[in-house]
Every structure is written in C-alpha cells, then in structure tokens.
C-alpha cells in the first residue's frame, strides 16, 4: 500500500518536525484560548494537546485494557484525554510533548504514517479553532505521506470513514499528489487532508464536482 511505501526514518523525522512546530506554536496560546473549541468535536485546544501527549503519559497496556473495556477505541482514548486535561496544567502538557518528540510509537496494526497523520491533523484542529490561517506551515510535500495513509484501508479504523475517496478523484494543487477517480476535488494537500477526516471547515477550501461526493 502506499502509505507503507515511505521511508520509515523519513516518516519518524516528520513526526518529530510536526510535534516541535506544534510546540512553538502552542507556547503562543493565551490563557483564555485554551478553552477555545478545537475542530475535533467536543474537545477544546487544551484537550487535544493533553491526546496528543496520551502515548507519552498512558501505558499502552492500561490504554489497551481501556479499549478492551469501553469496546471502542475512539472512547478509550477520549477518556483518557480527559484525565489528562483535567489533572494537567496546559503549560505542563507542552513540555510532555517537547520532551517526547523524538519518541517512536504507532498504534498496533498501524505504520508510523499514522502518528505523523494524526499530529498534523490535530495541529491543523487546533490552528485553524484559533483562527490562524489554513494553509500548512512547512513544505506540503510532506503532506503526501499522510494523503497516501488516509487513502489506505488502514485508515478507516479511526481516521476515515468507509467508503469516503469512492467516485472521487483528489488532487492536492500546492504539491504533486491526486488519488482515485471520477468528479475531482481539488484544493491545497492540508486541506485533504481535514475533509478526508470529516472536518467540515476543510471543505471550503476545495473546488470541483466531487466536493459534494466527498461531503456525501
């Protein structure tokens, strides 16, 4: 699959880059802003900086027992995402996630595409909830390998859902990558990335007769 087609050093060096960039970006966040709602629904900028440090902060196998028992995985981590925020200062939380930028993981089953997909998107969640504007912070051929991951079967435990990229051709107009066929849906890569994972905002961006299949 293409997403497994990357160079995995590459892949880890990106997902530190993207926590850093994050980092600098979060130390400009004013008290009041990190109550503001992020784009991930029901999750404020101080809770998706406190799921982004869960790997760093809950052992996998407690986070694998809570899967176990609230049968969803989407439920486990909100669950821990919220312990998180609610015993951990912001300020706190942004020095976890300096310290662990270099630290390697990936879900199981996973490639490391999907951290480094993750951080982007929870990056983007929490800039564009803070007004900034959409576009991508570094070069958006990097975007390419969460692209590839998101168009991907593996992606539709968490990411995507079922049946999302049919009919629809997707092309990124800020670097050389498109995918699928039929109606096209054209916009910037970081773009493509936000509607691939529902995020309603992204959709604004893109232009072109599949706009409305990928919305379906």
């Not at 869960?54 to 821990?80: C, N, W, Y």
């Not at 990229?165 to 910037?188: C, F, I, Q, Y």
């Amino acid at each position: 699959m293409a997403a497994l087609c990357h160079d995995a050093q590459m892949i880890t060096d990106l997902i530190r880059e993207e926590r850093l960039a994050l980092v600098e970006r979060l130390e400009r966040v004013t008290a009041d802003e990190w109550t503001t709602p992020s784009l991930c629904d029901g999750w404020t900028v101080h809770m998706v900086l406190a799921h982004l440090t869960t790997p760093f902060l809950v052992p996998r196998g407690e986070m694998m027992r809570t899967v176990t028992r609230r049968a969803s995985i989407a439920k486990a981590f909100d669950q821990h995402t919220r312990a998180i925020a609610a015993g951990r200062a912001p300020d706190e939380l942004v020095e976890v996630l300096r310290a662990n930028a270099g630290t390697l993981f990936h879900p199981p089953g996973m490639p490391y595409a999907a951290p480094f997909t993750d951080t982007a998107a929870h990056h983007a969640d929490i800039t564009w909830a803070l007004g900034d504007e959409h576009h991508y912070w570094a070069d958006p051929a990097r975007l390419k390998v969460a692209l590839d991951f998101l168009t991907t079967p593996r992606a539709r435990l968490g990411f995507v859902r079922a049946g999302a990229t049919k009919g629809v051709t997707l092309v990124a107009d800020d670097t050389t990558w498109r995918h699928g066929s039929g109606a096209e849906a054209t916009g910037p890569a970081l773009s493509l990335v936000m509607a691939l994972i529902g995020r309603r905002p992204a959709f604004a961006d893109l232009r072109g007769s599949g706009v409305s299949v990928l919305q379906r």
